[in-house]
Every structure is written in C-alpha cells, then in structure tokens.
Nanobody
Framework: QVQLVESGGGTVQPGGSLTLSCTASGIFFNALDMAWYRQSPGAQREVVASIGSGMKKTYAESVEGRFTISRDNAKATLYLQMTNLYPEDTAVYYC????????WGQGAQVTVSS
C-alpha cells in the first residue's frame, strides 16, 4: 500500500519561511515523478513545483525564485523549501506522486498571516 505522509505545515508571518516534507512508503521512490500542489479556499488545485525521477525541476511562475523543490531518494522524501512567503501562498499543500497512476498526500495547511 502506497502512502505519502506530509509534515512541516504551519503559520508564518509574511516574508517568513517554511519547509514541507513528504515521506513515501510502499513503492520504489526513485522511480516516482513527484510534485507539490496547493489549493486555496474556493480555488482549483494548482501545481506549485515538480521534480521528475531524473531530477528535472519545474516551478509555477508565482513561486519561481522563492520556492525550491528537492528530493532525497535515500530517505524516500520530497521537500518544498518556501521562502519570502506571501499571504497569497496560504493554502493546503499536497504531495503528489506518479508512476503509471497517481497518489496524493493528506495535505498540510500553510497559513501566511501577520
């Protein structure tokens, strides 16, 4: 059974930083294409950043230069380092994995507020 477990969400002031983690189990992590999505109330879920099994990275324009996606295959863990956070970054952030089919994490709330 494949599981994606996220951690690291929380509340931070504008301009602050947070790092999200997503640990996978039940599957060969190295072969997964992975991504972070987010969803704000009333909005559609949107991709924030992705990293392929070959380490190619892509970012949404809104987070380019502020967020960094990375993965540690030895730890079967995906990361999202978020810096210079804006109030509009407030959302539930989801870990996503794909290998022939897709899996989702349970979501981690990130709130940016003064």
């Amino acid at each position: 059974q494949v599981q994606l477990v996220e951690s690291g969400g929380g509340t931070v002031q504008p301009g602050g930083s947070l790092t999200l983690s997503c640990t996978a189990s039940g599957i060969f992590f190295n072969a997964l294409d992975m991504a972070w999505y987010r969803q704000s109330p009333g909005a559609q879920r949107e991709v924030v950043a992705s990293i392929g099994s070959g380490m190619k990275k892509t970012y949404a324009e809104s987070v380019e230069g502020r967020f960094t996606i990375s993965r540690d295959n030895a730890k079967a863990t995906l990361y999202l380092q978020m810096t210079n956070l804006y109030p509009e970054d407030t959302a539930v952030y989801y870990c996503y994995a794909y290998l022939g089919r897709s899996w989702w994490g349970q979501g981690a709330q990130v709130t940016v507020s003064s």
